[in-house]
């Protein structure tokens, strides 16, 4: 009779804790980084080796706008107070991230500039170009690698720990080659595609706080969202999350932040 009545109980438990999970609502976070004035052109990187494959002066890629103001590279990620803990990703993200992410070596450049890359995620660093590299990237939190790439050739890497600011990734032979490595634990995190868009997919309905940067300004200090000024040191904002499609519209940064 205890047991039946156990097992009656055990059912009554199992079946709120299904509900209560799929009663969890989620949703998507869209916008576009747009930049008000225009900003100063950083000065092409010079090259000092291998010119006959790589030229003499290449383009910086670090600051990317269109001729519509859309900013390239910017990005955001799920940022915590000390104490905090993440909300559990949506299903989805289970094999997101089991998939590689690449950061290639391209005609004397690193592609993308910018790789998300959850920790415990696997990093493939390939080399595209008919010329040696060497992968360098110093994190803080993890230890760094140096490592030798043949044309052609690459090799793999997991990071098992977070870090707070973006890990720099560079080439010891090629010094103007620089990218940047987003290493977090929550996989609640975008990049700006070239025409200032980023979208996030399924977040726990709620209020939550993202942490805005660009390779070239660092955290956004400054930014308008909706027309309104936000301003913090971290460039930290907040994000009330409603269930469905959360568009914010443009992002605009000052062309001052960005030199």
């Known amino acids: 009779m205890r047991t039946a009545k156990f097992a009656v109980l055990l059912l009554g438990i199992l079946g709120l804790m299904t509900q209560n999970a ?25 090259v000092t080796q291998d010119n006959q494959f790589c030229g003499n002066k290449i383009p910086d890629p670090a600051l990317q706008v269109d001729s519509e103001g859309n900013l390239k ?27 590689t992410v690449v950061v290639d070596n391209k005609d004397c450049l690193y ?7 959850c920790t415990g995620q696997e990093i493939e660093f390939k080399n595209s170009d008919p010329i040696p590299h060497n992968f360098k990237i110093d994190g803080f939190s993890n230890g760094g690698i140096n490592t030798l790439v043949p044309a052609g050739g690459s090799m793999k890497k997991k990071f098992n720990s977070e870090e707070k600011s973006p890990m720099m990734a560079g080439c010891t032979i090629h010094g103007w080659m620089k990218s940047r490595i987003v290493m977090r634990d929550s996989p609640y995190m975008a990049v700006s595609g070239e025409n200032g868009k980023f979208t996030i997919e399924n977040l726990p309905v ?12 660092n955290y956004v200090k400054e930014m308008k969202i909706d027309g309104k000024t936000v301003k913090d040191r971290k460039g930290i904002i907040e994000i009330d999350v409603k269930p469905g499609n959360n568009d914010l519209g443009d ?4 062309a001052n932040l960005l030199k």
């Open 22 to 46: 799929s009663a969890q609502q989620w949703g998507t976070v869209t916008g576009r980084f747009v930049v008000n004035g225009k900003p100063n052109n950083l000065k092409d990187l010079t």
């Open 73 to 99: 590279d910017a990005a955001l990620w799920l940022f915590l107070d000390r104490g905090d803990k993440a909300p559990d990703p949506h299903p989805m993200y289970a094999a997101k991230v089991k998939e």
């Open 111 to 117: 592609d993308p500039q910018v790789a998300l890359v």
């Open 206 to 217: 709620g209020k939550h706080q993202f942490q805005v940067w660009h390779p070239v300004s």
């Open 251 to 254: 992002i605009v940064i000052d």
